[in-house]
RNA sequence: GGCCGGUUAGCCAAGUGGUAAGGCGGAGGUCUGCAAAACCUCUAUUCUCCGGUUCGAAUCCGGAACCGGCCUCCA
């Protein structure tokens, strides 16, 4: 079967077919910097890593876009309150970001390019509006005028009108001519302080939508593969980014549209106010593994909304030591007789992990035929019917999957001298039967982070997680 | 009010017509100086409830209950 993916826009598991053969463009929405980011947040990026990486295990090669919101009406008042420049303010989340997304696993999309360094194009595009009647002036501001496309609507498949309005337009919107209109360039107003750009627009700020259209445009064109983001950004986001876009081009703005449901947390929704709001860094601070973190965030459907439990993140851990282990208990396999069983598995490792990752990325069923395999190569391991040869081809099996996985550590490590030597004082001790004295060594390299297992060749170590 | 998901074992979670994947936890066991680590075995006669379609339904249709999300700058 081919790769396909439910698409938002029609609501139907389609073929995935690229512009152009063997190529993907891609635009996933990155996060505003105005703080650390949450779990939440980083459940979206490690969705859109996961496609990436899957995309490549097609064989496509793949150009992604993650833009880096760095102006807001949060930052705007950060800025003022702190007394500091824009981007100074910026780059110390832009910087814990890259840091969490390393953490993560989460690979290095090809541009990050930042809103406040796209003023021209954004500018640019409004023009392009304004001439071809989608957009108006008021008061200093620009609008898009939604009553210009009919189409609106189309991504959300809400109707204008069963739109509850008036909840949350501010009041110096009064000027639009719909209350749906929604801006393209905000006006200076003192609020804003010291954070303006002269154009040719006059003086002002971005509004939000138009950065993605802007910098897609530049980076992917008019037309590219798949535009990504949480399901809260279905609406309004992604629906005025397509309104602005083809409005501009007159042509398709994405082909396809994937979006990933919430992360709620012990079974309510994350909140400032309930406690139970978590960036990363409160998460590795409790001693957790940020990749414990990510397979957690990968083992449940994106579609799904995943439910984050410390509970769940002890299992994820636990997950992923077992594969660890199995990887490294194969490279100790040492038999000249092929297993007659193990083709098969091999052979249904792979097909069945890409069958389920070709359906709209099941990366819970991919997990599922990776452990079967872990499982059924175990039993022949256990039962010294797998050679050297079998255990170098499910090694090499596992090391694939993981090119999408992301969860095994990337190089040998190595260990400190003074780690060596305890465990080498740890075994003098044992082989004098000196079991009080090794179990304290034992015990103190746990601490350290460091486990040993006293197997039939002899001890080994890996690092806890 | 409009739109969208969900409800599967103690917990997490796949499965969209053919008789319940997987992970964690738990219980046994192998190995071991060991209560360590690793590994093995077992662990849902049943899929929120009520009707219906069908030879056959967790899966399709109708209804109900409960949970969660979006409805103008929140991934």
């Known amino acids: 079967m081919a790769l396909r993916f439910i698409n938002t826009r029609t609501r139907q598991k389609e073929e995935f077919k690229s512009i152009d053969d063997g190529k993907v463009r ?22 859109e890593d996961l496609l990436r990486r899957y995309l490549k295990y097609r064989g496509y090669e793949v150009t992604q876009v993650m833009n880096l919101t760095d102006i807001d009406d949060k930052i705007i008042r950060s800025v003022k309150e702190q007394n500091i420049g824009l981007k100074d303010y910026t780059n110390q989340f832009k910087a814990a970001f890259f840091e969490d997304l390393d953490a993560l696993g989460i690979e290095r999309a090809e541009y990050y390019p930042a809103a406040t360094d796209h003023i021209d194009e954004m500018v640019e595009m409004i023009q392009k509006l304004l001439t071809k009647g989608h957009a108006y002036k008021a008061d200093g501001s620009v609008y898009f005028k939604i009553s210009s496309f009919p189409q609106y609507g189309s991504l959300s498949h809400m109707k204008l009108e069963d ?29 804003d302080g010291p954070v303006f750009w002269e154009t040719p627009l006059g003086k002002g700020r971005p509004g939000w939508h138009i950065e993605c259209s802007a910098m897609s445009t530049k980076y992917l064109g008019e037309t590219f593969d798949i535009n990504t ?8 986001h992604h629906e005025n980014e397509i309104a602005q876009s083809e409005c501009a081009s007159g042509k398709t703005f994405a082909n396809y549209w994937m979006h990933c449901e919430h992360l709620i947390v012990e079974g309510t929704k994350m909140s400032k106010s309930l406690g139970n709001f978590y960036t990363l860094r409160d998460i590795t601070g409790k001693g957790y593994s940020p990749i414990a973190v990510r397979y957690l ?6 579609r799904q909304q995943l439910n984050f439990t410390f509970a769940g ?10 594969l660890v282990d199995f990887r490294r208990n ?13 083709p098969a598995l091999l052979e249904q490792a792979y097909t069945g992990f890409q069958e389920c990752l070709d359906d709209d990325l099941n990366a819970s069923g991919a997990l599922g ?15 010294k019917k797998l050679s050297t040869s079998d255990a170098k081809q499910a090694v090499e099996a596992i090391d694939k999957f993981d090119t999408v996985i992301g969860v095994l550590p990337q190089a040998e490590e190595s260990l400190d001298d003074d780690i060596q030597k305890l465990i080498d004082d740890r075994l003098a001790a044992r082989q004098d039967k000196d079991f009080a004295k090794a179990d304290s060594i034992r015990d103190q390299l746990l ?7 006293d197997t039939a060749k002899g001890t080994v170590w890996k690092r806890k997680l």
Request: glycine share 8%.
């Open 163 to 191: 739109l509850k309005a008036g909840a949350r337009v501010a009041a110096d919107e009064y000027e639009k001519d719909s209350v749906s209109d929604f801006a393209l360039w905000k006006g200076w107003d003192e609020a």
């Open 369 to 383: 035929e990776v452990f079967n395999f872990v499982k059924e190569t175990n039993r022949l391991m256990a039962d």
């Open 447 to 453: 601490e350290m982070g460091i486990v040993l297992e």
């Open 26 to 47: 891609m635009y996933t929405c990155g996060p505003t910097i105005y703080d650390f980011a949450h779990i939440g947040n980083f459940r979206a990026y490690v969705f």
């Open 313 to 322: 993140l002890d299992g994820a851990k636990a997950a992923v030591e077992r």
């Open 330 to 342: 194969l490279q100790a396999v040492d038999g000249d007789t092929d297993s007659p069983e193990f």
């Open 297 to 302: 965030l990968l083992s449940t459907h994106y």
């Open 229 to 236: 983001g949480g399901v809260d950004n279905i609406f309004p």
